[in-house]
T-cell receptor
Framework: AQSVSQHNHHVILSEAASLELGCNYS??????LFWYVQYPGQHLQLLLK??????LVKGIKGFEAEFIKSKFSFNLRKPSVQWSDTAEYFC?????????????FGTGTQLKVEL | DAEITQSPRHKITETGRQVTLACHQT?????MFWYRQDLGHGLRLIHY???????NKGEVSDGYSVSRSNTEDLPLTLESAASSQTSVYFC???????????FGPGTRLTVL
């Protein structure tokens, strides 16, 4: 079965600092990869996704993620965070052939950006 | 605009009562999903449906049931609520099962 690990559970940064959130998955086949964000009191929304092609994908609000197949990783990055990026971030994976068409989510990373 | 709504947004109930959480989407998506969100666990899949009359169990389906009588709705029923079912419940839908899921605003359920 597929699983997703997010190693950073809580991250606190100052505005303008750079961000990198780790995501690793366990599945050897072809995967679709997602990062979702949940702002305080709001529902989850898609930040970016990777299905195939260029392993560096860009999403909304200046976020990007890099798929490294050899490391089973899909880390999220942002060069300069803003206070408004305070939210919980979830990595999710769908193993297209063996995942039963279901998403598996990581446990989430709570990001707090301080002024 | 198309959307996905959930009701109620907040509910308090007692142990042993039957509770139904509503999910309604106007995206006309065939695929619908129910998750629960708990601290330290992220989102876990409860049930899902790929179309009318189709329902499937997810990883934490015990104590829950769903039915799909039309494209727009996938109500989630807790047959006999337990304190362990206190959680935030999210409904989602997608065009293709493997693609982006669109989430509702969530229902915060407290079982006393």
């Amino acid at each position: 079965a597929q699983s997703v690990s997010q190693h950073n559970h809580h991250v606190i940064l100052s505005e303008a600092a750079s961000l990198e959130l780790g995501c690793n998955y366990s599945y050897g086949g072809t995967v679709n990869l997602f990062w979702y964000v949940q702002y305080p009191g709001q529902h989850l929304q898609l930040l970016l996704k990777y299905f195939s092609g260029d392993p560096l994908v860009k999403g909304i609000k200046g976020f990007e993620a890099e798929f490294i197949k050899s490391k089973f990783s899909f880390n999220l990055r942002k060069p300069s965070v803003q206070w408004s990026d305070t939210a919980e971030y979830f990595c999710a994976v769908n193993a297209r052939a063996g995942g039963g068409n279901k998403l598996t989510f990581g446990t989430g990373t709570q990001l707090k950006v301080e002024l | 605009d198309a959307e996905i709504t959930q009701s109620p947004r907040h509910k308090i109930t007692e142990t042993g009562r039957q509770v139904t959480l509503a999910c309604h989407q106007t995206w006309n998506h065939n695929n619908m999903f129910w998750y629960r969100q708990d601290l330290g666990h992220g989102l876990r899949l409860i049930h899902y449906s790929y179309g009318v009359q189709d329902t499937n169990k997810g990883e934490v389906s015990d104590g829950y049931s769903v039915s799909r009588s039309n494209t727009e709705d996938l109500p989630l029923t807790l047959e006999s609520a337990a304190s362990s079912q206190t959680s935030v419940y999210f409904c989602a839908s997608s065009i293709v099962p493997t693609d982006t899921q669109y989430f509702g605003p969530g229902t915060r359920l407290t079982v006393l």
